[in-house]
């Protein structure tokens, strides 16, 4: 019997999570993640993460088109506030602002 209530717990804990981070695919509209993503390439996306803290250099983000076009765009986060990138012959450099 409590085996079967822990399994009843953990299933009602994970159809939260699923409800609440609302995962979805999108199709990647342009090529600018190559050679890493393909236009045309799925990914899951997740929006719990961001929900606790905001995202970090490294990771890749979707966000709507500034510009009203109707397109999700899809990034790698280079530097937050109090940081500073640099690109140079290909290579990215970051560092903190004091």
Known sequence: MVV???????????????????P???SVPSGSMLPSI????SVLVESLTY??????PGEIVLFDDPVPSGLTLIKRVVAVAGQMSISKAGVCWWMVLP
Do not use: C, E
Not at 6 to 14: E, F, G, I, K, P
Not at 38 to 41: H, I, K, L, M, S
């Open 38 to 41: 393909r236009v045309g390439d």
């Open 24 to 26: 979805r695919y999108i």
């Open 4 to 22: 079967l209530s822990a399994l009843v717990v953990a299933a009602l804990a994970a159809l939260m999570m699923f409800v609440l981070a609302s």
């Open 51 to 56: 929900r606790f803290r905001g995202p970090q």
